[in-house]
T-cell receptor, first 118, second 111 residues
Framework: AQSVAQPEDQVNVAEGNPLTVKCTYS??????LFWYVQYPNRGLQFLLKYITGDNLVKGSYGFEAEFNKSQTSFHLKKPSALVSDSALYFC????????????????FGKGTKLSVIP | EAQVTQNPRYLITVTGKKLTVTCSQNMNHEYMSWYRQDPGLGLRQIYYSMNVEVTDKGDVPEGYKVSRKEKRNFPLILESPSPNQTSLYFC??????????FGDGTRLSIL
């Protein structure tokens, strides 16, 4: 079974400071990892993904994420936070071991609310 | 523009009155899915569909029905809604090995 954990319900950071939103995962095979962002009254928007290759993945709006296989983590980062980054962030995982229906199924974390303070 | 469209966006209704939330995508995606989002619980999958006439239960299917008669549409049906189905619902679609695209959500309140 695949699972993902976001250990922090909320992260507060001052504008201009670096931010990190944590995510750890568990899969039987190799992971396919995603970060999504949700702004108020909107659906989830795709930020970035990792399937293979460079462990540092760059995505939309200046976000990046670092894949660490030994720690089974995929933390989301940004060097300098903006007030407009305040939103709910979801990490998701798919186990590449699965085919058929499992090749589409995502398991989401419970979300981390990011608040960037002016 | 590639999009997933849900209707209605908001609905207040009463216990037992059948309702349907529509979902349509214009990307020719084979896979579609319904989720509900509740505080502290994140997104939980209700039903999903691999293609036309192929549907299967997710993690929380009780009280819901779906159909996939056309590739672009995947309606969610609540035959006899109850207050514990008050939630924020999202439809999503994707093709293999691609990120899921989400609709803007439907907020259901069942009194």
């Amino acid at each position: 079974a695949q699972s993902v954990a976001q250990p922090e319900d909320q992260v507060n950071v001052a504008e201009g400071n670096p931010l990190t939103v944590k995510c750890t995962y568990s899969v039987s095979g190799n992971p396919y990892l995603f970060w999504y962002v949700q702004y108020p009254n909107r659906g989830l928007q795709f930020l970035l993904k990792y399937i293979t290759g460079d462990n540092l993945v760059k995505g939309s709006y200046g976000f990046e994420a670092e894949f660490n296989k030994s720690q089974t983590s995929f933390h989301l980062k940004k060097p300098s936070a903006l007030v407009s980054d305040s939103a709910l962030y979801f990490c998701a995982v798919r186990d590449l071991l699965y085919s058929g229906a499992g090749s589409y199924q995502l398991t989401f974390g419970k979300g981390t609310k990011l608040s960037v303070i002016p | 523009e590639a999009q997933v469209t849900q209707n209605p966006r908001y609905l207040i209704t009463v216990t037992g009155k059948k309702l349907t939330v529509t979902c349509s995508q214009n990307m020719n995606h084979e896979y579609m899915s319904w989720y509900r989002q509740d505080p502290g619980l994140g997104l939980r999958q209700i039903y999903y569909s691999m293609n036309v006439e192929v549907t299967d239960k997710g993690d929380v299917p009780e009280g819901y029905k779906v159909s996939r008669k056309e590739k672009r549409n995947f309606p969610l049906i609540l035959e006899s809604p109850s207050p514990n189905q008050t939630s924020l619902y999202f439809c999503a679609s994707s093709s293999s090995n691609q990120p899921q695209h989400f609709g803007d959500g439907t907020r259901l309140s069942i009194l």
